[in-house]
């Protein structure tokens, strides 16, 4: 588990979740990791956990759907350890769940902003330096929602949807100086911890038959931000338990599940 060392990460939205898993699967790589959060606590505590480890990490809090701050947080990853290598978008808000008849512009702004602007603001600090060393890896996080539909998150499902178009458009434009775009699409995580029979519920959905966990998502995310990815650019990996390849989820198939041999 050395395939990133002395690699420079930046991963956003790094202090809990998957963005937490990220950090400490690419730590565990070699990599020396910046933490970013909007919450310097969580952000702080996920760096100190990659440190008493053995790794190499840095906590840089800030608001990645300001520019101001964009700055800020990579001009500290650069007076540390020089350019970031490797960035990850993984930044993310789902926001209060509203019906479109009852949106109005400072929710869409805000889901907007931090699940799709934020992904143009890092990856346009991000991309001069790699494309100055003619190498680079930029890695964003979609969702299921970017080519299906959740009722109630069109904000949501809208930014996602930007986010692998963004991504598809950069591999494009990037392509030229050796600076890879690609990106991860979770299916449902369980970040929340349910459990019980609400999470025997929800999981019947999941061909696999269970949610995934954060670290499902880290494999994933490290290949592609390694050399063993090196002619693979545009593309989205999905990690959902083959959610998305079903035509109707499980409880309401017509052939159920109940139907299938004990095997």
Request: net charge negative; with cysteine; proline share 3%.
């Amino acid at each position: 588990m050395t395939r990133l060392t002395g690699t420079t990460v930046l991963i956003t939205g790094g202090g809990q979740g998957i963005g937490r898993a990220f950090a400490l699967r690419f730590a565990q790589e070699g990599a020396r990791v910046a933490v970013n959060d909007l919450g310097e606590e969580v952000a702080a505590a996920v760096a100190e956990e990659i440190g008493e480890a053995g790794g190499e990490a840095l906590a840089v809090p800030g608001d990645v759907s300001r520019a101001g701050d964009v700055d800020g947080i990579f001009g500290r990853v650069e007076r540390e350890w020089g350019p970031v290598e490797v960035l990850v978008n993984n930044a993310a808000i789902t926001g209060d769940q509203r019906h479109f008849l009852e949106a109005d512009e400072a929710w869409w702004d805000r889901l907007l902003g931090v699940n799709l602007k934020s992904v143009f603001l890092c990856s346009r600090r991000a991309a001069p330096a790699m494309v100055e060393r003619r190498s680079g890896v930029i890695l964003n996080v979609s969702s299921g929602g970017a080519t299906r539909a959740h009722r109630g998150f069109t904000a949501y499902d809208a930014a996602k949807g930007g986010v692998e178009a963004l991504t598809r458009a950069l591999a494009l434009d990037l392509a030229p100086y050796g600076v890879r775009v690609n990106g991860v699409t979770p299916g449902f995580i369980n970040t929340y911890g349910l459990g019980g029979e609400e999470l025997s519920r929800r999981e019947e959905v999941v061909p696999l038959g269970r949610y995934g966990t954060p670290d499902d998502l880290t494999g994933a995310a490290v290949f592609l931000a390694s050399a063993e990815a090196s002619y693979i650019t545009g593309q989205f990996i999905v990690v959902d338990g083959g959610v998305l390849v079903q035509q109707r989820s499980a409880n309401v198939d017509t052939f159920p599940l109940t139907r299938f041999p004990k095997g």
